[in-house]
């Protein structure tokens, strides 16, 4: 996994809760452990990041929802 995305997918779990306070059911797009942008579409935080120059493999958008049990684990180190 790039280690940006492994970055931003610890940022997100860690900034979750309140994630899930201030922007429940929004996407959340991040490039390696900073938050850019929380948008109402996947599309439109893509969009952003691309016209912004970054690569595919240098950003993330999720979805703001609780974790569940099932998902799987992301590695914390890079």
Same mark, same amino acid.
């Given at each position: 996994?790039?280690?940006?995305?492994? #970055?931003?997918?610890?940022? %997100?779990?860690?900034? #979750?809760?309140? #994630?899930?306070?201030?922007?429940?059911?929004?996407?959340?797009?991040?490039?390696?452990?900073?938050? #850019?942008?929380?948008?109402?579409?996947?599309?439109?935080?893509?969009?952003?990041?691309?016209?912004?120059?970054?690569?595919?493999?240098? %950003?993330?958008?999720? %979805?703001?929802?609780?974790?569940?049990?099932?998902?799987?684990?992301?590695?914390?180190?890079?």
């Amino acid at each position: 996994m790039p280690p940006m995305i492994v #970055l931003a997918c610890n940022a %997100f779990r860690r900034e #979750l809760p309140e #994630l899930l306070r201030d922007h429940p059911r929004r996407w959340v797009a991040y490039h390696g452990d900073r938050r #850019l942008a929380v948008g109402g579409t996947k599309t439109a935080l893509y969009q952003d990041c691309l016209r912004r120059g970054m690569a595919r493999d240098q %950003f993330l958008v999720l %979805f703001v929802e609780p974790e569940r049990d099932d998902e799987i684990e992301v590695p914390i180190d890079v």
